[in-house]
């Protein structure tokens, strides 16, 4: 409802395969999400992301940690204004709420409630870093 909202918080977010595994008749899910980012016109939306290297990494619906980086880098590629927050935090929004606050101001960044509206724009430091990496560093030598 970009019409509606053009902030947006996710915590742990959910872009994995949970809907389709629940209801095979509906295939749509939280996977599509990079996806539809890639294909769809942007939107006018800032975004805000937190995740960590422990979250539920290993279930029946993917892992939410690699999820969350790719729609990470989805972002990225599109051109959205985000920021995603990445630590070694579990399943809980302990991560998100240790990194709120001083996110927070960024997330606000240029408001101006006399504004009817405001563009969105990926910052200049965000468009010079590399897509989001992911090291193997729990694989033993006979894997």
Known sequence: MPGEFSR?????GTFTSVQWKEDPNNPDGGQDYPDKVLRE???NIRVWLADGSEDMERNDYGSWPLANIRFANAL???GYDFHFSFSKGSHNSAHGAASFRPR???FW???DPAKTGQT???EPSEKAKPLFRVSITNREAND
């Open 104 to 106: 927070w101001c960024g």
């Open 41 to 43: 016109p942007k939107r």
């Open 76 to 78: 990225k590629l599109a």
């Open 120 to 122: 969105y724009e990926m």
């Open 8 to 12: 947006v918080i996710s915590w742990i």
């Open 109 to 111: 960044r240029d408001y």
